[in-house]
């Protein structure tokens, strides 16, 4: 009577509507997650413990210098969770702002953004607010906010067309709505119900072609993908691919628009592997290719994914169990990827410091990104619960956490999406 995707959905409905949830005005209502596991605490919603920390590399002092000496050409954006962006210099990794503070709506939920390949526009989300807010950086030494997009749902994943035409935005709870957005005109294009397909969109790609829109169910084990009109940015949907039993948490599409990963949130919990390599043929059109085995049999957590940007690099950042005396291990895994979009793991897991306090993930927020040149990597805030003050900056021709960088100017407060122009 009900194909699969249909019978998750009304368990799901069942669940929604017998769980005591708290109302959609608490932030934290979408951080509840089914993880499908006896036991387990959903992703983001748990409350760990201090475990002792591992001797870590060196910080790097924070440096607040005047906007004014902000350097031309490439730079980083990092945005804090307490509404305001920190911006840094790619050379130096010297630190610049804080930018924005009090401008880009209610503190504490400012997490992901996108940035066009020119530099010029970031896209910055709010969750709690459901907002997302344009930002000018024409002139690097003084972004100004520029505007602001109201949304129906909690504004989590934003992901912008490589031309920077539009922009799509989900939200990691259970919402089926996707937002596409007018970056000219400031506007909201259309907020397209997913509904009547049983989908929720958790979290967002755009492939290169500037039409072919993927998303990541993660409640029901499914990508979907969508064709995104490159004139007028409204979206239609086209069909769905099963990649149960992986549960994929992230989406990301290499460079050259071809091939796409689905990062499963549970590659040591459940099967599927770290996730789904996915094909596309063509605009609005996607195919299952094969699943990514994991490179170890202790590995449990997937966060998130990232291509380099010459695309023969996939880095997934990923993770033990807990220990009692390690706390949460976490690892760069290192893969390869060839011209036709073969994924293969080259034998490299650069393990991480400062983050044995973290588990689970947000959905599909860009909390790492591979520098221009491609020669660092850098690792930010992946989570609220055991957060840091922190960006790990990762050599990845010697394979080895370098350094931290401190953006965060109070305490509590700590670094989440993060950015570089091209």
């Known amino acids: 009577m009900f194909n699969g995707r249909m019978r998750i959905a009304l368990f799901l409905t069942m669940v929604m509507v017998l769980t005591p949830f708290v ?109 997302v807010f344009f930002i000018d950086l024409t002139n690097t030494i003084h972004p100004q906010v520029s505007g602001e997009v109201q949304l129906s749902f909690f504004a989590e994943d934003v992901a912008l067309a490589p031309n920077g035409k539009f922009a799509v935005v989900t939200d990691g709870g259970f919402t089926s709505a996707i937002a596409s957005l007018n970056v000219a005109t400031k506007t909201i294009v259309q907020e397209l119900d997913l509904s009547p397909y049983y989908a929720y969109a958790n979290a967002c790609a755009i492939a290169k072609d500037n039409q072919t829109v993927i998303t990541a169910d993660y409640y029901s084990g499914y990508c979907d993908y969508l064709r995104l009109d490159p004139k007028t940015g409204s979206l239609v949907y086209q069909n769905s691919i099963d990649v149960s039993p992986a549960r994929p948490l ?42 990514l085995p994991v490179p170890d049999a202790d590995v449990y957590f997937g966060y998130t994914a990232v291509y380099s940007p010459n695309g023969r690099k996939l880095y997934i950042h990923g993770g033990h169990d807990y220990d009692e005396d390690a706390g949460y291990r976490h690892f760069i895994y290192v893969y390869n990827v060839s011209p036709k979009g073969e994924i293969t793991y080259s ?75 091209k």
């Open 347 to 421: 034998g490299h897991a650069i393990e991480l410091y400062e983050f044995e306090e973290m588990a689970y993930s947000f959905f599909g927020i860009d909390s790492m990104a591979v520098s221009p040149d491609g020669k660092f990597l850098y690792v930010s805030n992946h989570v609220q619960s055991g957060a840091r003050n922190r960006v790990a900056v990762v050599d990845l021709k010697l394979y080895k956490h370098m350094k931290s960088l401190n953006p965060a100017v109070e305490a509590g407060d700590f670094p989440v999406g993060i950015a570089f122009n």
């Open 250 to 291: 992230d989406v990301v599409i290499a460079p050259n628009g071809k091939t796409a990963f689905a990062l499963n949130a549970w590659p040591g919990g459940d099967a599927g592997g770290f996730g789904a390599v996915l094909s596309i043929t063509g605009p609005g059109a996607v195919e299952l290719k094969n699943w």
């Open 23 to 131: 109302s959609g005005q608490n932030a934290e209502r979408t951080k509840n997650r089914i993880s499908g596991q006896s036991g387990t605490l959903p992703p983001g919603s748990a409350d760990f413990s201090l475990v002792k920390a591992k001797a870590s590399p060196s910080a790097v002092p924070d440096v607040l210098l005047p906007p004014a000496s902000l350097p031309a050409g490439q730079f980083g954006i990092v945005v804090l969770n307490n509404g305001s962006i920190r911006l840094f210099d790619t050379k130096s990794l010297t630190m610049y702002g804080p930018f924005l503070a009090e401008q880009l709506g209610y503190e504490g939920y400012t997490w992901d953004v996108a940035l066009n390949k020119h530099g010029k526009t970031a896209l910055i989300s709010n969750f709690v607010d459901g907002k």
